[in-house]
C-alpha cells in the first residue's frame, strides 16, 4: 500500500502521457484502459510509478461515479495518507471543485491529529458534518476556510483501512447545508468497505505483474 501512496505523490501527467490518453476515443465503450495503459508500460511509454498511479486512479474513479450515482447531489473523493509526512494524496476526485482539489493534493493533516493520537479525526471513525460554518470538530475548523471558499457546506468522511492500518479516507461533499440519515451513514460505510477490497485487489495484481516481470 505504501508504494501506491508514494506513487500518487509523485506522480505527475507529463504531456507525452497526456496526449497518449487523449488519444483513446472515449466513445468506444469497449476500450480497456487498464489494457491500454499495460501496452503503454510494456513499450516503455510509461514507468512504473506512472502505470501504478494511473491504474490505481481508474479503480478509484468508478467507484466515486458508481457512488456519486447512489448518493445523488454528492460529490466523491478518496484521499490516500502518507503516515512518513502526514500528508493526504488525491486518489480519486472525479468532480470535486478544482480550488479544493489544489488544495487537497498534498495537504498536510498533522494539525488533525489529537494530542496523544496517530491518526488525524476523519480517518478514526465515520465523520458527518451538516453544516461546515457552525462544525466545531477539529477537521472542520482546520480546512474550513477551503471548504466554504470553494462552495461546499457539508461533507461527511469515513476512514479506508487496511489490515488494521489506516491508509487514507473517502469523503462525500455537499454544496449546500445536508443531513446524514442513519441509513446514508451505514450505506457508505458499506460502499467504502467494497472501496477498500478492490483496491487492494488491484495493488496485489500490479504486483504480481511486475515481480512476473522482475520489475520490482
Not at 506512472?50 to 448518493?71: D, N, P, S
Not at 469523503?171 to 460502499?191: E, G, I, P
Amino acid at each position: 500500500m505504501d508504494k501506491i501512496v508514494t506513487s500518487l505523490r509523485e506522480f505527475k501527467l507529463t504531456n507525452d502521457i497526456k496526449n497518449m490518453i487523449s488519444s483513446i476515443d472515449p466513445a468506444n465503450k469497449s476500450t480497456d484502459l487498464s489494457a491500454v495503459l499495460r501496452g503503454y508500460y510494456d513499450k516503455d511509454l510509461i514507468g512504473e510509478s506512472e502505470y501504478l498511479a494511473l491504474e490505481t486512479k481508474i479503480v478509484l474513479k468508478r467507484f466515486c461515479l458508481l457512488m456519486e450515482q447512489k448518493f445523488n447531489g454528492l460529490m466523491h473523493g478518496v484521499y490516500l495518507y502518507d503516515h512518513k509526512t502526514n500528508k493526504v494524496w488525491n486518489a480519486s476526485v472525479p468532480n470535486i471543485p478544482t480550488g479544493y482539489n489544489e488544495y487537497s493534493n498534498g495537504a498536510s493533516v498533522e494539525e488533525d491529529i489529537q494530542i496523544g493520537e496517530h491518526v488525524p479525526e476523519q480517518m478514526k471513525s465515520i465523520l458527518a458534518v451538516p453544516d461546515v460554518d457552525r462544525a466545531e470538530d477539529l477537521t472542520s475548523l482546520n480546512h474550513k476556510k477551503d471548504l466554504m471558499k470553494n462552495g461546499i457546506y457539508a461533507y461527511c468522511s469515513a476512514p479506508l483501512s487496511c489490515n488494521g492500518s489506516v491508509i487514507g479516507h473517502t469523503a462525500m461533499f455537499s454544496k449546500m447545508k445536508r443531513d446524514f440519515s442513519d441509513k446514508d451513514l451505514v450505506q457508505y460505510n458499506m460502499c467504502n468497505q467494497l472501496i477498500v477490497e478492490n483496491l487492494l485487489l488491484k495493488k496485489e495484481q500490479l504486483i504480481r505483474v511486475f515481480k512476473n516481470e522482475n520489475r520490482l
